[in-house]
């Protein structure tokens, strides 16, 4: 079976940093594109950055563009997440997720929360 | 960026009727790149539909996707007490991938 385990999350004051990590098993990990998804507290989800499988092409959402920055380690079958200059808005539960073959995400972890407050 | 606007905000339905859930796309991308999820509360997102039609596995038959030119549509045959959730449709043709802001169905 496919598992996705988020860690990382945690509170965090503005202007600061953290990495999230995504432990996937059951599944070729270096096949796969990666996605992270965010969703604020009562909000809606939105898509973050995504990876392919070798690490060689990345793209970001706007509003974290220069900021957040994904990266994976298929020796460790791991996503990361490195999140700088946090602010409040970057308050949410922190999804990873498999790819599939025209982007959709089918597999999920069950979040992380990252907590931006002083 | 493609915006996708679902309609209703909220459903309000009993179980055993029929749900019709609607996402329109600002511009067309390709409908190989929609997909549908649901989200229970506390729970991860579930995919439901890839390529504007197709189940996932292990979703069953009464859920059913459709598309017509930038309309992509979720019908769920006979609701179930299970169903009631918050349903969002996603699109990864075009970048950035974007998602709706959801529809909630409630159990009326």
């Known amino acids: 079976d496919v598992q996705l385990v988020e860690s990382g999350g945690g509170l965090v004051q503005p202007g600061g940093s953290l990495r999230l990590s995504c432990a996937a098993s059951g599944f070729i990990f270096r096949d796969y594109w990666m996605h992270w998804v965010r969703q604020a507290p009562g909000k809606g989800l939105v898509w973050v950055s995504r990876i392919n499988g070798v690490g060689s092409d990345t793209s970001y959402a706007a509003s974290v563009r220069g900021r957040f920055s994904i990266s994976r380690d298929d020796a460790k079958t791991t996503l990361y997440l490195q999140l700088n200059s946090l602010s409040v808005e970057d308050t949410a539960v922190y999804y990873c997720?498999?790819?599939?073959?025209?982007?959709?995400?089918?597999?999920w972890g069950q979040g992380t929360l990252v907590t931006v407050s002083s | 960026e493609i915006v996708l606007t679902q309609s209703p905000g909220t459903l309000s339905l009993s179980p055993g009727e029929r749900a019709t859930l609607s996402c329109r796309a600002s511009q067309s991308f390709g409908s190989s790149f929609l997909a549908w999820y649901q989200q229970k509360p506390g729970q991860a997102p579930r995919l439901l539909i890839y390529g504007a039609t197709n189940r996932a596995t292990g979703i069953p038959d009464r859920f059913s996707g459709s598309v017509s030119g930038t309309d992509f549509t979720l019908t769920i045959s006979r609701l179930e007490t299970a169903d009631f959730a918050v349903y969002y449709c996603?699109?990864?043709?075009?970048?950035?991938?974007?998602f709706g802001q959801g529809t909630r169905l409630e159990i009326k």
């Open positions: 997720g498999r790819g599939g073959l025209s982007g959709y995400i089918d597999s």
């Open positions: 996603h699109q990864s043709g075009v970048s950035p991938i974007t």
